[in-house]
Structure formats: C-alpha cells, structure tokens
Nanobody, 116 residues
Framework: QVQLVESGGGLVQDGGALRLSCLAS?????????MAWYRQAPGKQRDFVAA???????PYAEAVKGRFTISRDIGKNMLYLQMDSLKPADTAVYSC?????????WGQGTQVTVSS
C-alpha cells in the first residue's frame, strides 16, 4: 500500500517562507507520470499549485509563479514545495499527489496559514 505523508506546514507571517515535504512509501517516484502539489482553502475547490511531469515539464499555477519551487529527491522518495514571499491568500491545506499508470495517490494534507 502506497502512502504519501506531508509535513512542514504551519503558521507564518505575510512575506515569510515555508518548505513542505511529501514522503512516499515505496519507490513510486521512479515510475511516476506526474507528481504535484494542490491546495484547498476553506469553502473553495482544490486548486493546482505545481507539478513535475515525467517529460520534463514543471508547470506552476499563475498565482504562485516566481514564489514557489517544486523539487524532488528520488533517492529519498521525497517531493518538496519551497514557498517564498507567502501571502494570506496562500492559506490552505496543501496536499501532494503522485499519478502512476492507472492510479493516483494522495496525502492527507498539511495546513499552511499566512497571517497578515
């Protein structure tokens, strides 16, 4: 059973930074199609944040371009999201996901709160 576990969320002031981590059980990062971060603010739909695609593309949502950086360490089975210049609008539960052929896996999410 594959599990994804996020960590690194917390409370930070406007303009601050956080780094989220996503640890995967098993070697799924070696055979992925897409690995990504999504976020969901209270009362809103879940939104795409950033992704690493197996063809080399690394797309970002317009709202986070230039501020967030997605990266991975396959040897450690880790996916990261470095978040700089955080804004109150970035407040949400952040979840990592990995798409393999025929299935998706999701973590439970980690709360990020940015105070003004």
């Amino acid at each position: 059973q594959v599990q994804l576990v996020e960590s690194g969320g917390g409370l930070v002031q406007d303009g601050g930074a956080l780094r989220l981590s996503c640890l995967a059980s098993g070697s799924i990062f070696e055979r992925f199609n897409v690995m990504a971060w999504y976020r969901q603010a209270p009362g809103k739909q879940r939104d795409f944040v950033a992704a690493i695609i197996n063809d080399g593309r690394v797309p970002y949502a317009e709202a986070v371009k230039g501020r967030f950086t997605i990266s991975r360490d396959i040897g450690k089975n880790m996916l990261y999201l470095q978040m700089d210049s955080l804004k109150p609008a970035d407040t949400a539960v952040y979840s990592c996901t990995v798409n393999l052929p025929g299935t998706d896996f999701w973590g439970q999410g980690t709360q990020v709160t940015v105070s003004s």
